[in-house]
């Protein structure tokens, strides 16, 4: 399985972007799938996670309320719908499908990872 992220980009302070993910195979829509970010200098963390059938999303305490992650018609492919951006979300963007169907987000239960998108965000 093989998966692109995309749509990262520059914005200022209170914008907004949407990054999508699509993997090689629609055998992912039988995961669940989520993304990871990576500041300079820091570890990857959690974001967000979605099951295989769109629920049971989970956000990071830091996104919750700003961020919404959701699956495409066709399953294999994930969104996530960014607002009210801070200086503090400039990262690189990291889509991931779990082992399994349900949402984690714990690192260890995502065995396929993306390349990742840079998104930075100025004050």
């Known amino acids: 399985v093989q998966l692109q992220a995309s749509g990262g980009g520059s914005v200022q302070a209170g914008g907004s972007l949407r990054l999508s993910c699509a993997a090689s195979t629609r055998a992912v829509s039988n995961n669940g799938m989520g993304w990871f970010r990576q500041a300079p200098g820091k570890e990857r963390d959690f974001v967000a996670s979605?099951?295989?059938?769109?629920?049971?999303?989970l956000y990071a305490d830091s996104v919750e309320g700003r961020f919404k992650i959701s699956r495409g018609y066709a399953a294999s492919t994930m969104y996530l719908e960014m607002s009210a951006l801070t200086p503090e979300d400039t990262a690189i963007y990291y889509c991931?499908?779990?082992?399994?169907?349900?949402?984690?987000?714990?690192?260890?239960?995502?065995?396929?990872w993306g390349q990742g998108t840079q998104v930075t965000v100025s004050s």
């Open positions: 979605v099951a295989w059938n769109g629920g049971g999303t």
């Open positions: 991931a499908a779990t082992r399994g169907a349900w949402s984690s987000t714990s690192r260890s239960n995502y065995n396929y």
